[in-house]
């Protein structure tokens, strides 16, 4: 595990590694730059690069972690990959299941996501979400739907086109981000403003992370003058478990 530097979680747990490119979103893939740079250094989880890998060690981690924490699962991974057997997706369900934290698990497969959903055992503290990072991908929201996830969530980061008429039933949490980096595609402020109404008028909550572009820290993270760090409630959803 590590102490993220990312706005909406406190630190990251990998089981797998690696991926590969699938859709726009992925086109300066941070964990394929970080990756091959870990590779390089002679880091042994990343001796492969950024093939896929699971690691059945990384499996017990969690246990040992005092008090709740909230941890961004695969932050260097798609834990959907279909490379990655469905049984050993179980028992990073297992491990999540047993323990006390909340889990952050972001995927792009939302297809494989729906055609493993039954096979997997959801507790209120797993928080599962979708990469929305253009209108070409909204399919993905319908997907995780259908899923049998407590905490549904979309993380529309980078954020590279409008997201005109989300249908955001059943969906807990929005967060949206632009991108950022020596490359940077746009973010238009009107597809920002666009979503956070959306959420404003569905009740959803609503986190924005950052604007991006090359110089991040002085882009901010301000929208219409202040900062929007809204996230389902662990106090509520502990009640609700109860
Ligand atoms: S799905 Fe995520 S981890 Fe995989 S290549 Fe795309 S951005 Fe990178």
Known sequence: MAQSSIEWTEMTWNPTTGCDKLS???KHCYAEVMAKRLQAMGIEKYKDGFKIRTHESALHTPYTWKGQRVVFVNSMSDLFHKKVPLE???KVFKTMNETQHVYQVLTKRA???????????WAHNIWMGVSV?????MHRIDLLRQTAAKVKFLSCE???G???NINLEGIDWVIVGGESGRKPRRMDVDWVLDIQQQCEEAGVKFFFKQWGGTNKKKTGRELNGRTYDEMPSIEQLEAVKL
């Open 88 to 90: 050993f997706i179980q």
């Open 111 to 121: 297809d494989l996501l729906l055609d493993y959903d039954k096979q997997l055992k």
């Open 24 to 26: 726009a979103g992925c």
């Open 158 to 160: 980078p954020l590279i």
């Open 133 to 137: 990072e253009n209108s070409k991908v």
């Open 162 to 164: 409008p997201l005109p």
